[in-house]
């Protein structure tokens, strides 16, 4: 029996002494490399990649911590915004100017973390596997070519859809080179736009445009692009759908809606200069102020999402003091005043905002995934030698350059705004910011001697590529 207890007690150390062995890392960290691979093979292969922060809430709250300068200058309000007397940002040198402070503003919040790679088995099972996107085509980057095939509808026709103030070819202008480039990306081709396959790709949808009155143009754009600029009676209104009918005492409806019925394709814009919603604080006053609810999308997209497969959202011009007091509209936020000073600025409320709208409509997408969304980055403003009331020109009949080689967006809210979403950015700026000879500028149908419209564009125009490249991204 002491034989027996002597050898049961060896045998239970021996075996304690070489689980012991096994169990300690100097065992792996002493035998060659290549057994390591053999150990624990998933380990090595499953190299997870810790992902990046989401950062839009370091954009919406951090990025605001500093101050913004205003993009636009205080100015009258006026009825009709399609005119000059509207608000605008700095010239071209001043609106580069104003992305550098941006950038250098933003440089803490928008900084990637650095990625870090682990093989322990616990974090590749535990933590979630980072998302790895495919680089897409930067059609933001690329040149102006000459093509005998532009304008894509004559600047004398569509008149069904094309405002006439819009229509240069209507008023005294002379030169019409702005008509004939084309936009080229460089590393990427871009297909060709014809109405036919647009409707193509866009049937039994609605593409709708959420912006300001260069939402308009474009929207104005894509309608003549799609009739070839030619009159059509098989072109449903349907903006009562959409409640666009005109309100009384109003000068225009908040929108428009027309169905092309061969492929039941719905165009529609809705005017919503700040893409934030705006109700009367009270509604029973006819000198009510209203809250301007910097936190909310505008109603008209919580009622009409779910009918909408291609969304355009744009805002800028409008975000400016003097506009704001003139409308009457006061800021809130979580339904009362605002007093964070952070948003207090004009260009703090308004990045605000777009990184609000940007957030609800990434929320949104789950719910209905047919649906595609953009941001379109701000069309830039050329006026030199002074502001629209104060002599500012823009009597270019050249391009100020054909190429655009940056990889970046000249528009950073609109880019920060949209990192880390599924909301895409349509970037129009960079290559917008070249073509000075392409606004209205003193011409007009009356021919009278006035103000010059640096802001928007002539169509024909610069806002047709706007579309080409939404199609190309559709």
Same mark, same amino acid.
């Given at each position: ?259 092309? %019925?061969? !492929? =039941?394709?719905? #165009? &529609?814009?809705?005017?919503? @200069?700040?893409?934030?919603? +705006?109700?009367? $604080? ?54 009362? %005043?605002? !007093? =964070?000073?952070? #948003? &207090?600025?004009?260009?703090? @409320?308004?990045?605000?905002? +777009?990184?609000? $709208? ?117």
């Amino acid at each position: 029996m002491k034989q027996l207890s002597l050898f049961s007690l060896v045998f239970v150390c021996a075996f304690l002494l070489l689980w012991n062995w096994e169990k300690t890392p100097l065992l792996t960290t002493t035998l060659p490399p290549h057994h390591n691979h053999h150990l624990f093979p998933d380990d090595v292969e499953r190299i997870h990649v810790t992902p990046l922060k989401d950062d839009d809430d370091q954009l919406a709250e951090q990025g605001l911590a500093l101050p913004t300068p205003s993009l636009s200058t205080s100015i009258p309000h006026h009825v009709d915004d399609h005119f000059p007397n509207t608000s605008h940002h700095e010239n071209k040198t001043l609106l580069v100017d104003q992305t550098v402070s941006e950038e250098e503003e933003r440089s803490e919040t928008v900084k990637q973390q650095p990625m870090t790679s682990q093989i322990t088995q616990s974090t590749v099972i535990d933590a979630p596997v980072a998302k790895v996107e495919t680089q897409a085509c930067n059609y933001g980057k690329g040149k102006w070519v000459p093509a005998n095939n532009r304008p894509l509808y004559s600047g004398f026709g569509c008149k069904q859809w094309l405002s006439g103030m819009w229509a240069c070819r209507l008023t005294q202008r002379t030169d019409f080179g702005y008509e004939k480039l084309k936009w080229q990306p460089k590393d990427c081709k871009m297909d060709d736009f014809t109405g036919a396959e647009f409707l193509k790709r866009m049937q039994d949808k609605t593409l709708a445009f959420v912006g300001d009155s260069l939402g308009r143009q474009q929207f104005q754009s894509l309608m003549c692009m799609v009739t070839g600029g030619e009159d059509t009676q098989d072109v449903e209104d349907v903006g009562k759908e959409y409640r666009l009918a005109k309100a009384q005492g109003s000068a225009r409806p908040d929108g428009w809606a027309y169905r092309f %019925p061969k !492929t =039941n394709t719905t #165009i &529609l814009y809705y005017w919503s @200069a700040s893409l934030c919603d +705006i109700e009367p $604080v009270d509604p029973t006053s006819p000198t009510t102020e209203y809250a301007m609810h910097l936190d909310r999308p505008p109603s008209f997209l919580k009622h009409y999402l779910d009918r909408i497969h291609v969304l355009v959202l744009n805002t800028g011009h409008h975000w400016n003091r003097g506009k704001l007091n003139a409308n009457k509209w006061v800021m809130y936020v979580g339904g009362k %005043p605002n !007093t =964070n000073r952070k #948003i &207090l600025d004009i260009g703090g @409320a308004k990045n605000f905002t +777009i990184h609000s $709208v940007v957030r609800w409509v990434h929320s949104e997408l789950p719910k209905h995934p047919g649906l595609k969304a953009f941001l379109r980055s701000i069309s830039p403003r050329h006026f030199f030698n002074g502001e629209w009331n104060t002599g500012g020109t823009c009597d270019s009949t050249a391009p100020g350059s054909l190429e655009v080689l940056q990889d970046e967006s000249s528009d950073l809210v609109a880019a920060g705004a949209v990192k880390g979403t599924d909301v895409k950015l349509l970037d129009i700026t960079g290559l917008s910011l070249v073509r000075e000879e392409g606004h209205i500028s003193r011409y007009s149908i009356r021919a009278a001697p006035g103000m010059q419209d640096c802001l928007h564009w002539c169509l024909p125009g610069v806002p047709d590529t706007w579309n080409e490249l939404l199609f190309a991204q559709m």
